[in-house]
């Protein structure tokens, strides 16, 4: 067993605060891993205070962890100590079902473990996520990453990177493809980046209207402001592919417009109903689609982990102490992130 000291919540009201709690001690599959770095995703903030119903407390976020391999048990072939390793929002499933045999573990049949505010599939545990010294996790759902990239700035790519790869993939966005991302934060900010990396030309779809200069360094070909009606009339029928990160509950009927026909507009940011639901003239008069994407399986996420190193593709963080959460909480709330808080783990151990 492992004392481990992180942050935790105690119920949806109050702000995180320090928790020890135990880790297992390594199985023969399982690789052990100092936590340096993890990011801050809108999703920790929804399970902390309880969005999404359901959430078990004390709860220590987490989904995008970054850090070095301390121990090894004795049936892993991936990693030795010393290695670099990535955790993202899975750390089991079932893997015999048909998703999991297709190595699409996050849409495990028989329900995956996540991360954090999820429970461990023999012992019942509650799992505990990334804002904490140390992890311990079955190798099959731990990523290598390259040692040329900037620590810090890799820890997103376990979530923001992996929820927004997955879709572009698999709606095969490439060259000659006019792209939409909706929402210029942790998620859309990657979005833009692997969009623009993957050949399409980048529209982003913003509500702030001072964000224009950023997203075109980020890479976007062009900026539309979602809240003025007539740019938003102008490119009605224009867009091949649409990439849906809005984390509330939204009016999507106007971005439906945007599309083609024939055309997919990816949710991947609200969970919860959307009100006003979508309206069927805006599917039926184009034959649009709306679909969903949730992160990716392992397969994916190591192939974005290499696609990331080759092309040289990193978050744009702001790096905080563990001691600041409870405010970067309060910054996310208010749109005000450029583009993702990632805490320094080294805080917790010595306080900045
Ligand atoms: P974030 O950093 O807070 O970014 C969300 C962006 O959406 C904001 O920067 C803002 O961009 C826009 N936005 C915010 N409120 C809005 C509103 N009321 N109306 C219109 N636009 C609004 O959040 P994130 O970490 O990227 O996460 C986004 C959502 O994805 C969250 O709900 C999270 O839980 C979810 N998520 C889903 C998955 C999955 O597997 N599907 C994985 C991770 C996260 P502009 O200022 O540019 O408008
Ligand atoms: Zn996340
Ligand atoms: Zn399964």
Redesign the pocket.
């Known amino acids: 067993m492992f004392q481990v000291h992180g942050y935790a919540a105690h119920d949806k009201h109050s702000h995180l605060v320090p928790f020890s709690f135990e880790r297992r001690a390594p199985k023969a599959n399982d690789v052990v891993i100092e936590i340096l770095y993890s990011g801050v995703?809108?999703?920790d903030l929804?399970q902390a205070r309880d969005d999404w119903g359901g959430s078990i407390y004390p709860m220590v976020p987490g989904h995008e962890i970054i850090g070095r391999v301390t121990q090894v048990g004795a049936g892993v072939h991936k990693f030795k100590v010393g290695d670099l390793a990535g955790v993202g929002c899975l750390v089991d499933s079932c893997r015999h079902c048909p998703a999991c045999a297709e190595d699409l573990e996050q849409y495990c049949e028989n329900g995956a473990t996540v991360t954090y505010n999820g429970r461990e599939r023999d012992t019942g545990a509650p799992t505990y996520g990334g804002y904490s010294d140390l992890i311990v996790v079955d190798e099959h759902f731990v990523v290598k990453v390259s040692e040329k990239l900037d620590l810090k700035a890799v820890a997103p790519l376990l979530?923001?990177g992996i929820?927004t790869y997955s879709p572009l993939r698999h709606w095969q966005v490439g060259p000659g493809q006019k792209v939409g991302v909706i929402?210029?934060?942790?998620?859309?900010h990657m979005g833009v980046k692997f969009a623009k990396a993957m050949g399409a030309t980048v529209v982003m779809i913003?509500?702030?209207p001072d964000?224009g200069k950023d997203a075109q360094r980020l890479g976007a070909d062009e900026v539309l402001l979602s809240t003025d009606p007539a740019a938003m009339k102008a490119y009605a029928n224009r867009f091949d592919f649409l990439l849906n990160?809005?984390?509330?509950s939204?009016d999507i009927n106007p971005y439906l417009a945007l599309l083609r026909r024939d055309r997919t507009m990816a949710m991947?940011?609200?969970?919860t109903e959307l009100d006003p639901p979508p309206a069927g003239v805006s599917l039926i008069l184009g034959r649009k689609s709306v679909a969903g994407?949730?992160?990716g399986g392992l397969r994916e996420t190591q192939e974005m982990m290499d696609f990331c190193a080759e092309h040289n593709i990193v978050s744009e963080v702001e790096l905080i102490a563990i001691q600041d959460i409870n405010q970067a909480y309060e910054r996310?709330v208010k749109?005000d992130?450029k583009?993702r808080f990632v805490i320094d783990m080294a805080t917790l151990r010595e306080p900045s």
């Open positions: 995703c809108h999703s929804h979530c923001a929820t929402g210029l934060g942790g998620l859309g913003t509500t702030s964000k990160t809005i984390p509330v939204h991947v940011g609200v969970l994407s949730a992160i996310l749109n992130v583009y």
